[in-house]
């Protein structure tokens, strides 16, 4: 695995364990697909939940996120989150 | 910017009067009449952060949340007033009571200290912060969503103006509304000078207060809410008691998930909640399922999930030791409920189940501090340490003990002390 392949895979992971926990379900990220709803059957991701999601982030991730982020975009998937956050960190999604 | 915030609210902890004192009541009292005084001046701020928002392009259901209107005031002066009516009774020792020798001892209420209020969005929530907890003496420090800043500023700006006017000290209530995460990550590292922590917000804000700080953390997780329908119940009336447990507030923490009914009785559950015509999404056990309703069928994965909306699940039990077991692997310890007529079933389920609240038939929306005659309340806290259910006024006071000797001495067994 290159190392830009390990930091995708990495942010991918940290996107899915939060949106599990932001859900509150019990799910390991390898349990997620990439193309899972963000609001479906499965995940509930709460838009108010930002500063928790951004905090737990960039703590995973050890970087600085934009304060907006989250704001001003439309996210259908899990794969629409990891890749504005693949973005902010400088990969190419 | 945190130095001088924690200077002040230092300061302000040390030298603010007892809990009982009437500069408290005269602060809920001042309260109400600054929010009453400037409520055009907090909508005009709060316009100014629903522009914004709307500018970001946050989604109306958000903005929905974020924004205020001439209905808000009412509800917080009621909570004012309900608050201050609260005071005598909840700051008062506790009785003394004989002790070794001539002493008497009893407990003398006070505050915690600086409270740290994190949280998001909703605007009321910073007027119940700065309310209550400095009702009974506290210091606060209220961080809200970076989306609601204006309004924020402003509503701090009132509650600073009531603490003056009441004669509280400077720095009683402080209102961070810089957006910068780094002024949250450094006050959850000051546990010398914030004495206890209060999330309120989505799980993984309250999660990361949790695991991030070492500061004491009053939490409210979320709740993994169940049913047991015991075989003795009536099924009608234990559709009913579900269908208001789920539908008053869908996404509550206090609302229900998961039906664990009976195998004796689970269909004539089913039957009843479809008889009452409710809408919601009922997901049930493959057992259960009913040819030509608009069911779903339960998965796995859905044991142990909140669902954040109108669904509600409905398991067979084979009776109430496989209950509790459910409720024990799958619950968050928020609020659990059985339907039974066998007080000797009731018994057992209270016995072995642990939660913050256990209703024995009734709807699991009774656990709620002004529904359960408590008063006002800030949260709901699942921890075990050092409040659990409403944390109401009384769980933001600790308590000295006074010990008067009368002239006591422990004599011989003075050495002994430690």
Redesign the interface.
């Known amino acids: 695995m290159t190392p830009t392949q390990a930091r995708r895979a990495e942010v991918n992971d940290a996107v899915k364990r ?1 949106v599990a ?7 390991a990220p390898h349990e997620i697909p990439d193309a899972e709803p963000l609001n479906g059957d ?1 995940l ?1 991701v ?11 982030l ?2 995973e991730l050890d970087v600085t996120l934009p ?2 982020l989250f ?3 439309t996210f259908h998937t899990v794969a629409d989150l990891t890749g504005v956050v693949l973005l902010a960190v400088g990969e190419q999604p | 910017m945190v130095t001088e915030i924690l200077a002040a609210t230092s300061a302000a902890r040390d030298t603010a009067p007892a809990p009982g004192d009437e500069r408290y009541d005269s602060y809920c009292t001042e309260l109400a009449r600054q929010l009453t005084a400037n409520w055009d001046a907090v909508l005009a701020a709060n316009a100014e952060d629903i522009a914004l928002a709307r500018q970001r392009g946050l989604g109306e259901p958000l903005i929905d949340r974020l924004q205020l209107g001439y209905q808000h005031l009412a509800p917080l002066l009621e909570l004012a007033e309900q608050t201050r009516k609260a005071l005598p009774a909840v700051t008062a020792s506790s009785p003394g009571t004989p002790a070794f020798g001539q002493s008497v001892v009893r407990r003398k209420p006070k505050p915690l200290g600086v409270l740290l209020m994190i949280y998001e969005a909703r605007p009321t929530v910073t007027v119940e912060g700065a309310l209550l907890a400095v009702a009974v003496g506290n210091a606060v420090i209220l961080r809200g969503g970076s989306e609601i800043a204006a309004t924020n500023a402003k509503l701090g700006e009132l509650a600073a103006n009531a603490a003056r006017a009441a004669g509280l000290p400077e720095g009683m209530v402080s209102v961070l509304t810089d957006g910068d995460r780094r002024l949250v990550r450094e006050l959850l590292k000051r546990h010398d000078a914030i004495d206890a922590l209060i999330p309120r917000g989505s799980a993984s804000l309250i999660d990361y207060c949790r695991t991030a700080s070492t500061i004491p953390v009053i939490a409210s997780g979320g709740g993994v809410n169940h049913l047991y329908v015991d075989s003795s119940a009536d099924p009608a009336v234990a559709a009913r008691i579900a269908v208001d447990s789920k539908l008053t507030e869908p996404t509550a923490c206090n609302t229900l998930e998961m039906v664990l009914a009976h195998q004796d009785i689970a269909a004539q559950v089913v039957t009843e909640l479809l008889a009452l015509g409710e809408e919601f999404e009922l997901r049930l056990d493959p057992a259960l399922l009913v040819p030509g309703e608009q069911v779903s069928e339960l998965s796995a994965r859905d044991d142990g999930r909140e669902f954040l909306d109108r669904s509600l699940g409905v398991r067979p039990v084979a009776d109430l030791a496989q209950a509790t077991a459910h409720i024990r692997q799958h619950g968050s310890k928020h609020t659990e409920g059985i339907v039974s007529e066998d007080p000797l079933v009731v018994q057992e389920f209270l016995d072995t189940v642990d939660a913050a609240a256990l209703v024995v038939n009734g709807s699991l929306r009774l656990h709620d501090g002004p529904t359960m005659g408590l008063g006002p309340e800030i949260s709901i806290s699942t921890g075990r340490l050092h409040t659990r259910g409403p944390v109401d006024l009384s769980a933001l006071l600790t308590y000295s003990w006074v010990i008067e000797g009368h002239g006591t001495v422990r004599g011989k067994e003075r050495g002994s002390a430690s």
């Open positions: 939060i926990l932001e859900s509150r379900l019990s799910l499965l509930k709460n838009s108010l939940g930002f500063l928790g999601m951004l905090v737990r960039e703590d304060d907006d704001t001003g975009r």
